[in-house]
T-cell receptor, first 114, second 115 residues
Framework: GENVEQHPSTLSVQEGDSAVIKCTYSDSASNYFPWYKQELGKGPQLIIDIRSNVGEKKDQRIAVTLNKTAKHFSLHITETQPEDSAVYFCAAPHYGGSQGNLIFGKGTKLSVKP | EPEVTQTPSHQVTQMGQEVILRCVPISNHLYFYWYRQILGQKVEFLVSFYNNEISEKSEIFDDQFSVERPDGSNFTLKIRSTKLEDSAMYFC?????????????FGDGTRLSIL
């Protein structure tokens, strides 16, 4: 089955700097990779996702890159702001059944210092 | 923006009691999921549900767990005889299509505390 590894577990940056979080996956058949942001006391909120037919996707200050050959994908946040502070999870699908489910990484706690 | 809603936000129950966690998925979504997150750990898959039946369940989802869609809007998770280790955040999610074609959207969870 799918296994997702995520690094680093904690990341501290100064406001305005960039942050990069990396994930690797094991199942070469995986074709969809979402990133979720989880704030304290809230559920995971989808912030960006990428499908395996593209290598990069951008949405304002957030970008995700995918390297299918190496089986890794990364989240890039530019011009970080204090409100970016949260736990970020990457995920990859597992298709044990007809509809699939998500296998999550262990999360990265991002702290943006003003 | 439509969202997944979960009730209650916090449930405190004595060990051995039954609990029912409730979810209202996004209205046009057809695929439903339950996940759990033990404090400080990653989100773990429990069960997926489509067309009024379970599509897949993890090894966590043993005979003590069941899911139901009792009407056109609610999706519930029942734990028959709770154990201390069931204490966790439980998240409901829904998607318009299956996981390869559309994103899963999560509710804010129910914090289950077993005493």
């Amino acid at each position: 089955g799918e296994n997702v590894e995520q690094h680093p577990s904690t990341l501290s940056v100064q406001e305005g700097d960039s942050a990069v979080i990396k994930c690797t996956y094991s199942d070469s058949a995986s074709n969809y990779f979402p990133w979720y942001k989880q704030e304290l006391g809230k559920g995971p909120q989808l912030i960006i996702d990428i499908r395996s037919n593209v290598g990069e996707k951008k949405d304002q200050r957030i970008a995700v890159t995918l390297n299918k050959t190496a089986k890794h994908f990364s989240l890039h946040i530019t011009e970080t702001q204090p409100e970016d502070s949260a736990v970020y999870f990457c995920a990859a699908p597992h298709y044990g059944g007809s509809q699939g489910n998500l296998i999550f990484g262990k999360g990265t706690k991002l702290s943006v210092k003003p | 923006e439509p969202e997944v809603t979960q009730t209650p936000s916090h449930q405190v129950t004595q060990m051995g009691q039954e609990v029912i966690l409730r979810c209202v998925p996004i209205s046009n979504h057809l695929y439903f999921y339950w996940y759990r997150q033990i404090l400080g750990q990653k989100v773990e898959f429990l069960v997926s549900f489509y067309n009024n039946e379970i599509s897949e369940k993890s090894e966590i989802f043993d005979d003590q767990f069941s899911v139901e869609r009792p009407d056109g809007s609610n999706f519930t998770l029942k734990i028959r005889s709770t154990k201390l280790e069931d204490s966790a955040m439980y998240f409901c999610a829904s998607s318009e299509e299956d996981s390869s074609r559309s994103a899963q959207h999560f509710g804010d969870g129910t914090r289950l505390s077993i005493l």
